[in-house]
């Protein structure tokens, strides 16, 4: 038996790279009414933003799925607490601090915005696959700005200021064995994630132009803020965990199967077993 590192490398290069595999859609609501981003009627009323993640998101499914058979014995283990978890899963709370201009049609328009995770929960939810889910509401605060010049004359405005969150934000990973590369792993996928309640706090005393794209500018930042931490999430928790290739020395391993127990606080116990001994 052998245990995991005190400190395990959550910034290593992922198993599976989910970059670019989050697909997200948003939708603006102004009096109740639900429109199309760049539909709403402006200067009527507070027009609020959510964003989803589409049914089709690759980042929605877990990496190269296959069944891993569990059997009730093996041969070499390796014993993953928790509280070892808990502790190296702090490297998500940092924030993130971003920003972003570009044109919409005629008017110019821009953006910063800063994304802090309010919490950070690590909890089991399942004995087989053994499985984690990873929750990590975040809060979102920004400001932006948008003009258009006609003649001569620029009209610009500036220091709109809104808010919002992406909660749930729940991460699913589980356990598995890449016997190709003799590695047990971690692999995971979006559970479920939503960005609402984006809106500004001076609204509806926005000025032209900002009261042209107020749900632009919102649904650019609330999708930036989801797909660029969900990507971060997705890749911290899909690596590898243990390196079985030592065992090539003297053994093989039975390929797709796994031993696997839980206890009652979540700590695992992971095993191989090996067949032919050489």
Same mark, same amino acid.
């Given at each position: 038996?052998?245990?995991?590192?005190?400190?395990?490398?959550?910034?290593?290069?992922?198993?599976?790279?989910?970059?670019?595999?989050?697909?997200?859609?948003?939708?603006?609501?102004?009096?109740?009414?639900?429109?199309?981003?760049?539909?709403?009627?402006?200067?009527?009323?507070?027009?609020?933003?959510?964003?989803?993640?589409?049914?089709?998101?690759?980042?929605?499914?877990?990496?190269?799925?296959?069944?891993?058979?569990?059997?009730?014995?093996?041969?070499?283990?390796?014993?993953?607490?928790?509280?070892?978890?808990?502790?190296?899963?702090?490297?998500?709370?940092?924030?993130?601090?971003?920003?972003?201009?570009?044109?919409?049609?005629?008017?110019?328009?821009?953006?910063?915005?800063?994304?802090?995770?309010?919490?950070?929960?690590?909890?089991? %939810?399942? /004995?087989?696959?053994?499985?984690? &889910?990873?929750?990590?509401?975040?809060?979102? =605060?920004? !400001?932006? +700005?948008?003009?258009?010049?006609?003649?001569?004359?620029?009209?610009?405005?500036?220091?709109?200021?809104?808010?919002?969150?992406?909660?749930?934000?729940?991460?699913?990973?589980?356990?598995?064995?890449?016997?190709?590369?003799?590695?047990?792993?971690?692999?995971?996928?979006?559970?479920?994630?939503?960005?609402?309640?984006?809106?500004?706090?001076?609204?509806?005393?926005?000025?032209?132009?900002?009261?042209?794209?107020?749900?632009?500018?919102?649904?650019?930042?609330?999708?930036?803020?989801?797909?660029?931490?969900?990507?971060?999430?997705?890749?911290?928790?899909?690596?590898?965990?243990?390196?079985?290739? %030592?065992? /090539?020395?003297?053994?093989?391993? &039975?390929?797709?199967?796994?031993?696997?127990? =839980?206890? !009652?606080? +979540?700590?695992?116990?992971?095993?191989?077993?090996?067949?032919?001994?050489?």
């Amino acid at each position: 038996m052998f245990t995991a590192d005190t400190t395990l490398n959550f910034l290593q290069c992922p198993t599976h790279n989910a970059t670019g595999q989050t697909r997200i859609q948003s939708v603006a609501t102004v009096k109740g009414s639900q429109y199309s981003i760049g539909e709403t009627p402006t200067n009527n009323g507070n027009i609020s933003v959510e964003t989803v993640i589409s049914a089709d998101s690759p980042s929605s499914h877990y990496p190269s799925e296959h069944d891993t058979e569990k059997i009730s014995t093996g041969d070499v283990f390796l014993f993953t607490p928790i509280e070892l978890l808990k502790i190296n899963f702090n490297v998500v709370k940092p924030s993130i601090t971003a920003s972003d201009s570009d044109n919409y049609g005629p008017i110019y328009w821009r953006y910063s915005v800063n994304a802090a995770v309010k919490s950070v929960d690590l909890k089991l %939810i399942q /004995n087989w696959p053994i499985e984690f &889910r990873l929750s990590i509401p975040t809060e979102v =605060t920004g !400001q932006a +700005g948008a003009g258009i010049k006609i003649g001569c004359i620029r009209y610009e405005a500036t220091g709109a200021m809104f808010d919002g969150e992406v909660e749930p934000f729940d991460i699913d990973f589980k356990i598995d064995l890449d016997w190709e590369i003799m590695q047990i792993v971690f692999v995971s996928k979006i559970k479920n994630i939503k960005g609402k309640n984006f809106n500004f706090r001076t609204f509806p005393q926005l000025d032209f132009p900002v009261s042209e794209i107020i749900d632009f500018i919102l649904a650019r930042a609330s999708e930036f803020i989801i797909t660029e931490q969900a990507d971060k999430m997705l890749n911290v928790t899909r690596i590898p965990i243990a390196n079985l290739n %030592i065992l /090539n020395r003297f053994a093989q391993i &039975r390929q797709k199967h796994l031993a696997g127990e =839980t206890d !009652q606080d +979540g700590n695992v116990t992971i095993g191989v077993e090996l067949l032919q001994h050489l």
